[in-house]
Every structure is written in C-alpha cells, then in structure tokens.
C-alpha cells in the first residue's frame, strides 16, 4: 500500500504500522461484502427462476399472518382473563376493605364506650373522694369546735399510738405486715438481711431448724450463677447435681433422726445467697429440735463449720415454690421462695401440703379416744330412748357401756392417755406449757 510521504510525517514507525494493518482490514471486508452481495444476487436470480417460487413466498406470507392472527386472538384472551381476575381480586380487596373498616369502627366504638365508663367511674370515685374529703374536713372542724384546740394546717387529729402486732394478728406475715419481713417468716430468710426494712423476729425456740449453706454442689456455686455465655455450663448436668444430693440424703438424714422424729427435711437449690444449699429440718416436738440444735451447732460437715438457727417455717406450703415444681417459675434462679430438691422416694412429700403424717392419722382413725366419744354417742342416744319409755333397755345398755367404758380405761396406757389428751388441748396452750 502506497501512502505518500507527506502524510507520514509526525508518525513514528509503530503508529505507521497500525495504520497500514488497519487500511488492509477495510480492504479485506470491502472484498468480502461484494463477494457476498454477488452470492445473495446469484442465488436470487436461481429462485426466481424457479416456477413455484412466488407460491412458496405468498404461502410463507399467510402462514406469517396468520400465525400473527393466532397470536393477536391468543393475547385477547389473556388480556380479558387478566381483567377478569382483576375484577375479582378488585372485589375481594373491597369486601375486605370494608370488613377492616367495620372491625376498626366495632373497635373504636367498643374503645369510647370503655372509655365514657371509665370516665364514669373515675368521675364517680372523685366524688366518693370529694365527699370522704368534705366530711373528714367536717369531721376536723368538729373536733376542734369540740376540743378548742386549734390544729395546724394538714395535721391528723392526734390518737393513742397502736398497739404493737402480734402473733394473733390477722395481717402478721403477710404483705399488709408493716413491721415484719413476710418473706423471712415464710422462707425463715431475706436476700436484703440486716438491711432490711422490716424486722427479722427470730424464734428463740421452734420445731424447724435452719442450717444455711450446709449442702454444696458445683452448679450452686456463685461462677454458675454469673456465668455470661461461656462453656461452663458443658461441665455440669443436673442428673449429677440430683445424685449429689440423694448421696447428702442419705449420708445426713440418719444423723438428724438421732435427735428425733423428723416429720420434713428440705434441701433449697436456689442460687440466690441467702437461700443457696440451705437445710430445713422440722421436727415433731421442740425439744427435739432443742436436742439437734446442740448437737449440730458448731460442727463440722465437708470441711466446713456448721452454724444452726431457729426456723420460723411451720407452713410449707406457702414457702415451696409451687410453680418449679412444674418448670413454670417465671423467676427462675432469681426467685425468693424455696425451690427444693424431691426427696427420693417421695419421702415427707405430705409435709409439703401441710398433710398430716399418714402414719399419724391411721392412728387417730383408731385411738381410743374416737372411740370413746362414739360410746358417748350411743349412751347419748340410748339416754334419749329411755326418756320415752324404754327404761329397762336403757338400765341394761348402760351397765353394758359403763362395762366397757371401764374396760377401755384400763387398757389405755399412760402414753395413750397423754396422745389423747395432747390432741384434745388447744395448740396455744401447749405453746405456753412449752415455753
């Protein structure tokens, strides 16, 4: 290829090249293109030569057209099936349109009628408030006019101070107990301790004896309890802390039943420190409480120095959690009533109701006493015969009953006697004998 010289000039050897590539590539393609519009050309002129040539053109043109038709027919249908759903789907998204509409306007008319009754009765409890007020203030004008004492602004009139609660009062230990701890009374502990609020009265004698954190097991310990996402917990299983303690079970019971009749023994497995592996050990009299109390106090179990206290748990049931039982307490680790440990064999689990000890009522079942008071109620009955008439049978069934009723005095032992008359005496004065 022949470029002149004048147009070269400015170019360096490689941009030459790529010009004279370039013009060699657009030669190439102009080549090309005739050759191909020469081929086209030729195998034009062979088909129309050909004598059915324009047959197959116009067949090819109205298959086209009407495959066109088809398809112009086949969007028509769709087009029309699409506004049929719409319209259906536009009719459905009315109706639920207007049934959200009414369950808003059913919502906001049952909201004002709550909403005029509260009204009603927050206006009513004014006026109860207002009245109580106006006749209190009367009440005080009163009382001033009466005793020519002249009252500063706000202040009550002045009373004797109350009486200081007590045992027989109704509220002691509950939440309306403004000076007791309700949960030290029921738990015989309090997380807030001498910091408490409320007064801590501890029993200077009772049946139920308190060792706090006499029962240790890895899943108590404190790193359990503020454990944040670790692996600490892969370590301990709750089957193995549960053998643990049948094994304490076993091991400390029999020590306990040396000092007396145990009628509960609770291990606590909260992890709250003032309730953490406590043992609760009631007995049947106080003085078998009295006897564990020496024994136990100051002495040493796991390496550890035992300190014993006096309970004042008599109730169980109101100091066991009754929802960990079922796995429904909502506090959890956190809670503040007992969560215990089941004996095995269910052993006290009757304790746990505030049931009394079957052993005990299969007794009382067949005392002598009851036994007694059904001869009472024959001769009762029989004395009311007599009294109509009956005098000869009522003679014979008395001597009979007097004859029986010797018989079974002579067969009651000391000890007997002594049951029946503990059962019969009221339980204050046996609390005041005690004391």
Partial sequence: MQIPSAEWRGFT??????????????RRRKRNAIVREDEERAVQAQLESEADYLERLVEAERLKAEEERKEEARRLLDHEAWLERERVAAEEYSKKRELEEKRKRDKEERERLIREEW????TREKQVEEKRERTRREKEERLKVALNVDLEPGSQPWHNPLAPLSTMDANFGTEKDTHNCAFFLKTGACRFGDRCSKQHPHPTSSVTLLIPGMFESFGLKEQM????????????????????????????????????????????????????????????????????????????????????????????????????DRGRCPKGKHCNFLHVFRNPGGEFDWADRDLPEPSMVSERRTSPQRSRKERHRSHSRE?????????????????????????????????????????????HLHQSHSR
């Fill in 13 to 26: 050897h490689k941009q030459r090249r790529v010009l004279i590539n370039k013009e060699r590539r657009r």
């Fill in 225 to 324: 309890l503020d454990e944040r996402d670790q692996d600490t917990g892969l370590e301990f299983d709750e089957r193995e802390q549960f053998a643990q303690f049948e094994a304490f079970y076993k091991d400390v019971l029999p020590e306990f039943f040396k000092a007396g009749k145990v009628v509960q023994f609770k291990v606590s497995c909260n992890h709250e420190p003032h309730l953490r592996g406590n043992v609760y050990v009631q007995y049947l009299r106080e003085e078998e409480c009295a006897e564990a109390f020496r024994i136990f106090n100051g002495r040493w179990y796991a390496q550890r120095q035992l300190s014993c206290e006096y309970c004042p748990v008599q109730k169980w049931k109101t100091a066991i959690c009754g929802l960990f």
């Fill in 119 to 122: 009204e009603i009765l927050q």
């Fill in 383 to 427: 004395s009311r015969d007599s009294s109509r008439g009956t005098y000869r049978s009522h003679s014979r069934e008395s001597r009979g009953s007097t004859r029986d009723l010797h018989r079974s005095h002579s067969r009651d032992t000391p000890s007997d006697r002594h049951r029946s008359h503990s059962r019969d005496t009221p339980s």
